[in-house]
């Protein structure tokens, strides 16, 4: 390993959830390596609640990339109270012109990142491959901590649910005369981007099929955005509920307690699975992305369920 002992150190992260869930193996593997480190992770508002909890990490920087720090002068202004914070070390994950920019710009002496876009302002630079898919994204994520003499043993994602998160949502389930223990299926209609959506009608389809032919109970989660609520307007069927406007880290308890998820966006799926779908170590969980759920229900639901309830 890299005999220099960093004492500050920077994780750069600033792209889509599913994205950050699956660079935590990052972090852990940063603090065996350094103990005493202090790391800080830096990445959107929108996704900074999943860190929350996180026994890696000492502090999360908020960079609001489409808002506050939308401009070239606000850019420059971060990066000098970046600059504040002494780091000696700066991992940058997501390669792009403004993050390479920014960890240059903060004074940060290594910089470690991908050779691509103003690779020229790092330190050291590796071949991004992850376009190939050979392996999973996670390794990929630590192969950047090999130029440090780091290669990890593990690259399981971890999220780490908050307690107050779970009571709330026991709470609201309670509310809607849903026990943990019910046949109950989450549906996320939501994604990043407009085009990524399945239209809700057609989620709404797979609910209707799901609560009458099967009596499971379904309930469709949301972010900020209204698809969950147009599809709950699409829905016949009256076993629906309905969790809108859920900040990241509430989603994540029902995400543990449920046994079968049809979400859209691929950054659901894997808070899913690093969540631990189904509360209980022994439990069988399942998570088919839209719309393969159009192609696999009805024709297997039997089998699919069958199995998540025996």
């Known amino acids: 390993m890299d005999p220099v002992q960093y004492k500050r150190i920077l994780i750069i992260r600033t792209d889509r959830l599913g994205d950050l869930v699956l660079t935590t193996p990052v972090f852990k593997a940063l603090r065996e390596a350094y103990p005493g480190a202090y790391i800080v992770v830096m990445t959107k508002p929108d996704t900074a609640l999943v860190l929350k909890n996180n026994p890696h990490i000492n502090e999360v920087i908020i960079y609001d990339k489409d808002g506050e720090y939308k401009s070239m002068f606000a850019n420059i202004r971060f990066a000098m109270a970046l600059r504040k914070k002494k780091f000696d070390l700066a991992i940058v994950l997501d390669p ?130 209204k698809s969950a609520i147009s599809c709950i307007e699409d829905v016949k069927n009256h076993m629906v509920h309905c969790l809108s406007r859920m900040t990241a880290a509430r989603s994540i308890w029902p995400l543990r307690l449920v046994r079968l998820l049809l979400p859209y966006s691929a950054g659901t799926s894997r808070v899913f699975h690093r969540a631990g779908g189904g509360r209980e170590e022994n439990r069988i969980s399942c998570c088919i992305r839209m719309p393969a759920a159009r192609d696999v229900l009805p024709t297997t639901a039997d089998q699919v369920l069958s199995a998540l309830w025996p």
């Open 96 to 225: 792009a012109n403004r993050t390479h920019f920014l960890a240059y710009l903060a004074g940060i002496p290594r910089r470690i990142g991908y050779d691509e876009d103003f690779a020229f302002l790092l330190t050291d630079r590796i071949k991004n491959t992850r376009h190939e898919g050979m392996k999973y994204e996670a390794e990929y994520n630590l192969d950047l901590l090999t130029v440090l003499g780091i290669r990890a043993q593990e690259a399981y994602p971890r999220i780490f649910v908050d307690k107050g998160a779970e009571a709330v949502i026991d709470d609201l389930l309670s509310k809607n005369k849903i026990s943990p223990g019910d046949k109950f299926i989450l549906l996320h209609p939501g994604a990043s981007c407009p085009s990524k959506r399945w239209p809700a009608e057609r989620f709404a389809w797979v609910a209707d099929a799901l609560a009458s032919i099967h009596g499971v109970k379904i309930v469709v989660f949301s972010g900020e955005d």
